[in-house]
């Protein structure tokens, strides 16, 4: 079993809908999430940082987590096609230092 | 804003060539790393480096891979016989602590033909 699954899209959604992107994981000592963005042959950005379980906003994203469920989940608000890019979730436990990627979410807002 | 910059953008090399992938990272932060991601592929970790030293490497960091910060701002890949299967984007980052959020740079694209 993969440690952190995430459904590759591609997710085409109209201007102005709200996104729901989400991952699982299998680790359960996984405890630091973050949400990155990434345009086609360019870095990773960092979108959102959480830990442990909850919920938080920042402008039109909110992220949430449910450790018992081992489930992640990032929403834009108002997408933008300007929000057209690949999303990966990333987590971490809090001894080790790597991040686990997923393999990342493809989005598409259309004007 | 402070961000972690990579050089050079594109290398291309030959097969069995040694490269050497540079970053500068944020200047208040205290733990580097290299990832890599094949194109059409997760991104990968390959060595995490703290107080001048490796913390963390991943099965993908054999004896050809090397790293260094051979100074108070610069820290370095250096991949030693080049093979095909290593072209991909290589993508520093850094973190002011443990458990804090990580910074990535804007990635080298290595290409060996």
């Known amino acids: 079993q993969k440690e952190v699954e995430q459904d590759p899209g591609p997710l085409s959604v109209p201007e102005g809908a709200i996104v729901s992107l989400n991952c699982t994981y299998s680790?359960?000592?996984?405890?630091?999430f973050m949400w990155y963005r990434q345009y086609s042959r360019k870095g990773p950005e960092l979108l959102m940082y959480?830990?442990?379980?909850g919920n938080k906003e920042d402008g039109r994203f909110t992220a949430q987590v449910d450790k018992s469920s081992k489930y992640i989940s990032l929403f834009i608000r108002d997408s933008q096609p300007s929000d057209s890019a690949t999303y990966l979730c990333a987590m971490n436990s809090n001894s080790g230092y790597a991040l686990n990627f997923g393999k990342g979410t493809s989005l598409l807002v259309t004007p | 804003e402070p961000e972690v910059t990579q050089t050079p953008s594109h290398q291309v090399t030959q097969m069995g060539q040694e490269v050497i992938l540079r970053c500068v990272p944020i200047?208040?932060?205290?733990?580097f790393y290299w990832y890599r991601q094949i194109l059409g592929q997760k991104v990968e970790f390959l060595v995490s480096?703290?107080?001048?030293?490796?913390?963390?490497k991943s099965e993908i960091f054999d004896d050809q891979f090397s790293v260094e910060r051979p100074d108070g701002s610069n820290f370095t890949l250096k991949i030693r016989s080049t093979k095909l299967e290593d072209s991909a984007m290589y993508f520093c980052a850094s973190r002011q602590g443990a458990g804090t959020e990580a910074f990535f740079g804007q990635g080298t694209r290595l290409t060996v033909v």
């Open positions: 480096f703290y107080n001048n030293e490796i913390s963390e």
């Open positions: 200047s208040n932060h205290l733990y």
């Open positions: 959480t830990y442990s379980s």
């Open positions: 680790n359960s000592a996984f405890q630091y």
